[in-house]
């Protein structure tokens, strides 16, 4: 659906221009936080040079790290399948986690590390995405809690279920409409 791209585009920008974003992103394992990584150097090698900010620090393997220390913003990267908590000693602000459902320890990993480490503050975006993969599970556990709890206001995150089939990119397909073809006067 496009969802990791845009919260990427997100993130990439808060690290660029807005000072003391503190960046924390990804993805179950090391394969698919890569593919993340991806999409965060895409859009930096696109942008113009005097729209570029000075970037102090370039490690991008192991426990990656992109810094631009003139203006204060990290991006830190780690991984669902490392060994240790997720957030630790950054104070990150701006959060995207992907394919939550397949970490290998939620609790260790997000709920006793990640959130502990992110301030309740206005300014914070945290984005935890994630294939249903099944409905059972911590991540399962996590999202119907929520769900149970947001519009009560015992809950911090939001949940919001996006099914695939509301993808028009993805979905009717122009073969599929031709195959099936939609009634008259259906919209």
């Known amino acids: 659906q496009g969802i990791s791209t845009v919260v990427e585009g997100l993130m990439t920008h808060s690290a660029l221009y807005v000072p003391g974003a503190r960046c924390s992103i990804g993805s179950a394992d090391d394969q698919k936080t890569a593919v993340m990584m991806d999409m965060m150097y895409g859009a930096l090698e696109h942008i113009p040079w005097y729209l570029r900010p000075t970037q102090t620090k370039d490690k991008r393997s192991g426990r990656a790290l992109l810094q631009f220390a003139r203006i204060g913003t990290s991006i830190v990267v780690q991984h669902g399948a490392m060994r240790g908590g997720i957030g630790q000693g950054t104070t990150p602000n701006k959060i995207h986690m992907s394919e939550c459902c397949d970490f290998t320890n939620w609790k260790a990993q997000i709920e ?76």
Request: glycine fraction near 6%.
């Open 112 to 187: 006793e590390c990640l959130f502990k480490a992110v301030p309740s503050m206005p300014y914070v975006l945290m984005v935890l995405e994630s294939t249903g993969n099944g409905n059972t599970g911590d991540w399962a556990a996590y999202w119907r809690t929520n769900k149970e709890k947001y519009w009560q206001g015992r809950s911090r995150h939001l949940p919001l279920f996006l099914p695939w089939f509301m993808t028009p990119e993805l979905y009717p397909t122009d073969h599929w409409v031709k195959k099936f073809p939609f009634p008259e006067g259906w919209r």
